[in-house]
Protein backbone atom coordinates (compact mmCIF):
# COMPACT_ATOMS: atom_id res chain seq x y z
CA UNK A 1 0.00 0.00 0.00
CA UNK A 2 1.14 3.56 -0.48
CA UNK A 3 0.65 6.72 1.36
CA UNK A 4 1.14 10.43 0.60
CA UNK A 5 4.03 11.75 2.21
CA UNK A 6 5.16 15.60 2.28
CA UNK A 7 8.71 16.60 2.32
CA UNK A 8 10.53 19.47 3.26
CA UNK A 9 13.91 20.09 1.15
CA UNK A 10 16.29 22.40 0.57
CA UNK A 11 19.35 22.10 -1.78
CA UNK A 12 21.89 24.93 -3.08
CA UNK A 13 20.98 24.87 -6.91
CA UNK A 14 24.38 26.35 -7.99
CA UNK A 15 25.18 23.06 -10.15
CA UNK A 16 21.34 22.28 -11.21
CA UNK A 17 19.24 23.47 -14.11
CA UNK A 18 16.92 24.00 -11.87
CA UNK A 19 14.14 22.05 -10.17
CA UNK A 20 12.06 19.88 -12.10
CA UNK A 21 13.30 17.29 -14.06
CA UNK A 22 14.08 17.82 -17.35
CA UNK A 23 16.02 14.93 -19.92
CA UNK A 24 19.52 15.65 -20.15
CA UNK A 25 20.40 17.68 -17.86
CA UNK A 26 20.79 17.79 -13.96
CA UNK A 27 18.38 19.18 -11.52
CA UNK A 28 17.33 18.68 -8.10
CA UNK A 29 14.23 16.74 -8.77
CA UNK A 30 16.33 14.48 -10.69
CA UNK A 31 18.72 13.49 -8.11
CA UNK A 32 16.32 13.41 -5.11
CA UNK A 33 13.94 11.25 -6.62
CA UNK A 34 16.98 8.59 -8.15
CA UNK A 35 18.17 8.44 -4.09
CA UNK A 36 14.79 7.74 -3.26
CA UNK A 37 13.96 5.06 -5.88
CA UNK A 38 17.25 3.50 -4.87
CA UNK A 39 15.80 3.76 -1.41
CA UNK A 40 12.10 2.24 -1.57
CA UNK A 41 12.84 0.38 -4.67
CA UNK A 42 10.14 1.24 -6.96
CA UNK A 43 9.30 4.36 -9.00
CA UNK A 44 8.79 7.46 -7.28
CA UNK A 45 6.47 10.16 -8.81
CA UNK A 46 6.80 13.43 -7.01
CA UNK A 47 5.12 17.25 -7.12
CA UNK A 48 7.28 20.24 -6.24
CA UNK A 49 5.66 23.69 -5.17
CA UNK A 50 7.90 25.44 -6.80
CA UNK A 51 9.46 25.04 -10.57
CA UNK A 52 12.97 27.07 -9.17
CA UNK A 53 15.58 28.07 -12.19
CA UNK A 54 18.79 27.61 -12.91
CA UNK A 55 20.95 28.63 -10.35
CA UNK A 56 18.06 29.14 -7.35
CA UNK A 57 18.30 27.92 -3.79
CA UNK A 58 15.49 26.72 -1.69
CA UNK A 59 15.66 26.28 2.29
CA UNK A 60 11.97 25.48 2.27
CA UNK A 61 10.99 23.84 -1.17
CA UNK A 62 7.94 21.21 -0.83
CA UNK A 63 7.14 18.20 -2.47
CA UNK A 64 4.83 15.18 -2.55
CA UNK A 65 4.76 11.72 -3.56
CA UNK A 66 3.61 8.15 -2.41
CA UNK A 67 5.39 5.75 -0.61
CA UNK A 68 5.24 2.15 0.55
CA UNK A 69 2.99 2.95 3.90
CA UNK A 70 5.41 0.93 6.45
CA UNK A 71 8.36 3.35 5.44
CA UNK A 72 10.20 4.61 7.96
CA UNK A 73 10.54 8.12 7.30
CA UNK A 74 13.11 9.02 9.59
CA UNK A 75 15.66 6.35 8.04
CA UNK A 76 14.19 7.46 4.55
CA UNK A 77 15.86 11.13 5.43
CA UNK A 78 19.10 9.76 6.53
CA UNK A 79 20.03 7.45 3.69
CA UNK A 80 18.67 10.33 1.09
CA UNK A 81 20.56 12.87 3.14
CA UNK A 82 23.76 10.59 2.62
CA UNK A 83 23.08 10.12 -0.85
CA UNK A 84 23.07 13.40 -2.16
CA UNK A 85 25.45 15.48 0.41
CA UNK A 86 24.90 18.68 1.36
CA UNK A 87 24.09 19.94 -2.54
CA UNK A 88 20.31 18.36 -1.73
CA UNK A 89 18.95 17.47 2.02
CA UNK A 90 15.78 16.37 3.19
CA UNK A 91 14.84 18.58 6.11
CA UNK A 92 11.74 17.11 7.28
CA UNK A 93 9.26 14.11 5.99
CA UNK A 94 5.41 13.39 7.11
CA UNK A 95 2.76 11.84 6.19
CA UNK A 96 0.49 13.89 4.81
CA UNK A 97 -2.99 14.71 6.56
CA UNK A 98 -5.00 14.27 3.08
CA UNK A 99 -4.33 11.22 0.57
CA UNK A 100 -5.15 13.53 -2.25
CA UNK A 101 -2.01 16.35 -0.87
CA UNK A 102 -0.05 18.47 -3.52
CA UNK A 103 2.62 20.24 -3.03
CA UNK A 104 2.16 22.09 -5.80
CA UNK A 105 -1.61 22.88 -5.93
CA UNK A 106 -2.18 23.15 -2.24
CA UNK A 107 -0.06 26.07 -1.37
CA UNK A 108 -1.64 28.97 -0.52
CA UNK A 109 1.83 31.28 -0.91
CA UNK A 110 5.37 31.18 -1.83
CA UNK A 111 8.21 33.17 0.20
CA UNK A 112 11.35 34.27 -1.56
CA UNK A 113 14.49 35.85 0.06
CA UNK A 114 16.74 37.52 -2.05
CA UNK A 115 20.44 38.82 -0.74
CA UNK A 116 22.46 41.13 -2.13
CA UNK A 117 25.95 42.14 -0.74
CA UNK A 118 26.31 45.82 -0.79
CA UNK A 119 29.85 46.47 -0.59
CA UNK A 120 33.10 47.92 -2.73
CA UNK A 121 34.98 44.63 -2.54
CA UNK A 122 33.46 40.85 -2.74
CA UNK A 123 32.69 38.63 -0.26
CA UNK A 124 33.72 35.18 -0.91
CA UNK A 125 31.42 33.11 1.47
CA UNK A 126 28.23 34.82 0.26
CA UNK A 127 29.81 34.99 -3.61
CA UNK A 128 27.56 31.68 -4.12
CA UNK A 129 23.96 33.05 -2.34
CA UNK A 130 23.97 36.99 -3.10
CA UNK A 131 24.46 39.57 -5.64
CA UNK A 132 27.25 41.21 -5.18
CA UNK A 133 26.58 45.26 -6.21
CA UNK A 134 29.44 47.53 -5.27
CA UNK A 135 27.77 50.88 -6.27
CA UNK A 136 26.20 52.01 -3.05
CA UNK A 137 21.93 51.34 -2.67
CA UNK A 138 19.85 53.72 -0.82
CA UNK A 139 17.75 51.78 1.66
CA UNK A 140 15.35 54.39 2.30
CA UNK A 141 14.87 54.24 -1.54
CA UNK A 142 14.81 50.18 -1.67
CA UNK A 143 11.37 50.55 1.03
CA UNK A 144 9.98 53.49 -1.25
CA UNK A 145 9.69 50.40 -4.14
CA UNK A 146 7.78 47.53 -2.22
CA UNK A 147 4.54 49.56 -1.65
CA UNK A 148 3.49 49.71 -4.99
CA UNK A 149 4.05 45.81 -4.93
CA UNK A 150 1.63 45.07 -2.21
CA UNK A 151 -2.12 43.98 -3.55
CA UNK A 152 -3.35 42.23 -6.52
CA UNK A 153 -1.92 43.16 -9.74
CA UNK A 154 -1.15 42.77 -13.57
CA UNK A 155 2.98 42.01 -13.79
CA UNK A 156 3.63 41.66 -17.33
CA UNK A 157 6.30 43.90 -16.84
CA UNK A 158 8.43 41.71 -14.43
CA UNK A 159 7.71 38.57 -15.71
CA UNK A 160 9.12 36.60 -18.96
CA UNK A 161 5.39 35.81 -20.61
CA UNK A 162 5.16 31.91 -21.23
CA UNK A 163 4.89 30.35 -24.62
CA UNK A 164 1.56 28.98 -25.26
CA UNK A 165 -0.39 26.64 -27.92
CA UNK A 166 -1.94 28.94 -31.22
CA UNK A 167 -5.18 29.77 -30.67
CA UNK A 168 -4.76 29.63 -27.24
CA UNK A 169 -5.50 32.54 -24.82
CA UNK A 170 -2.30 34.43 -23.45
CA UNK A 171 -2.26 32.86 -19.55
CA UNK A 172 -2.49 35.52 -16.85
CA UNK A 173 0.12 37.32 -15.24
CA UNK A 174 -2.25 38.79 -12.29
CA UNK A 175 -0.16 37.89 -8.93
CA UNK A 176 -1.46 38.67 -5.62
CA UNK A 177 1.38 39.78 -2.95
CA UNK A 178 1.17 39.59 1.05
CA UNK A 179 4.39 40.60 1.47
CA UNK A 180 7.83 43.08 0.45
CA UNK A 181 10.12 44.31 2.18
CA UNK A 182 13.96 45.21 2.85
CA UNK A 183 15.94 44.87 5.64
CA UNK A 184 19.55 44.92 6.56
CA UNK A 185 21.42 42.30 7.90
CA UNK A 186 23.81 43.23 10.38
CA UNK A 187 27.46 41.55 9.16
CA UNK A 188 31.57 42.25 9.42
CA UNK A 189 31.51 45.22 11.35
CA UNK A 190 28.16 46.66 10.43
CA UNK A 191 28.67 46.14 6.56
CA UNK A 192 25.08 44.71 6.10
CA UNK A 193 23.81 42.16 3.54
CA UNK A 194 20.49 43.56 2.46
CA UNK A 195 17.90 40.65 1.95
CA UNK A 196 15.04 41.58 -0.17
CA UNK A 197 11.45 39.37 1.15
CA UNK A 198 8.67 38.91 -0.93
CA UNK A 199 5.58 36.49 -0.04
CA UNK A 200 2.43 36.43 -2.75
CA UNK A 201 -0.10 33.60 -4.31
CA UNK A 202 2.50 32.24 -6.95
CA UNK A 203 4.67 33.87 -8.90
CA UNK A 204 5.61 34.40 -12.90
CA UNK A 205 8.48 33.12 -14.75
CA UNK A 206 11.49 35.50 -13.02
CA UNK A 207 8.81 37.77 -11.83
CA UNK A 208 11.13 38.02 -8.08
CA UNK A 209 14.61 38.53 -9.94
CA UNK A 210 12.93 41.39 -12.46
CA UNK A 211 11.46 43.15 -9.62
CA UNK A 212 14.48 43.03 -7.71
CA UNK A 213 16.62 44.40 -10.64
CA UNK A 214 14.37 47.38 -10.97
CA UNK A 215 14.85 47.90 -7.10
CA UNK A 216 17.85 48.11 -7.25
CA UNK A 217 18.23 50.55 -10.48
CA UNK A 218 15.99 52.67 -7.84
CA UNK A 219 18.61 52.23 -4.88
CA UNK A 220 21.61 53.16 -7.47
CA UNK A 221 19.94 56.13 -8.39
CA UNK A 222 19.61 55.09 -11.75
CA UNK A 223 16.01 55.81 -11.78
CA UNK A 224 13.06 57.15 -8.94
CA UNK A 225 11.66 55.05 -6.41
CA UNK A 226 8.06 56.60 -7.57
CA UNK A 227 8.68 54.96 -11.12
CA UNK A 228 7.92 51.46 -9.84
CA UNK A 229 4.37 52.22 -10.03
CA UNK A 230 4.51 53.34 -13.51
CA UNK A 231 6.50 50.17 -14.51
CA UNK A 232 4.12 47.43 -13.13
CA UNK A 233 0.88 49.57 -14.53
CA UNK A 234 2.69 50.33 -17.85
CA UNK A 235 2.55 45.81 -18.40
CA UNK A 236 5.42 45.84 -20.58
CA UNK A 237 8.25 44.04 -19.85
CA UNK A 238 11.05 46.57 -21.72
CA UNK A 239 9.99 48.95 -19.21
CA UNK A 240 11.40 47.08 -15.61
CA UNK A 241 15.23 47.18 -17.24
CA UNK A 242 17.59 44.65 -15.60
CA UNK A 243 17.22 40.85 -14.16
CA UNK A 244 19.10 40.07 -10.89
CA UNK A 245 21.54 37.51 -11.24
CA UNK A 246 19.80 34.16 -10.28
CA UNK A 247 22.16 32.98 -7.49
CA UNK A 248 20.78 35.70 -5.23
CA UNK A 249 17.28 34.07 -4.69
CA UNK A 250 16.33 31.35 -2.53
CA UNK A 251 12.59 29.79 -2.04
CA UNK A 252 12.20 30.32 1.59
CA UNK A 253 9.12 29.00 2.78
CA UNK A 254 5.76 27.38 1.13
CA UNK A 255 2.40 28.33 3.37
CA UNK A 256 -0.39 25.48 3.45
CA UNK A 257 -3.64 25.55 5.08
Not at 180 to 208: T, Y
Request: proline share 5%; charged share 25%.
Amino acid sequence: MLRRAKLIVAYDGTLFHGFAENDGVRTVMGVLREAMEKIVRQPVEMVGAGRTDAGVHAWGQVVSCDLPDDMDLDSLERRVNRMCGAEVVVRSTVWAESPDFSARFDGKWRHYRYHVWNAPKPNPFLAATSWHVAQPLSMPTLRLTCDPLIGEHDFSSFCRRPKVPAGQPDASMVRKVMVAKWSEIPIDHGVGLLRFEIRANAFCHQMVRSIVGAMVDAGAGRVHAGEMRGILLAKDRQRAGQVAPAHGLCLWEVGYE
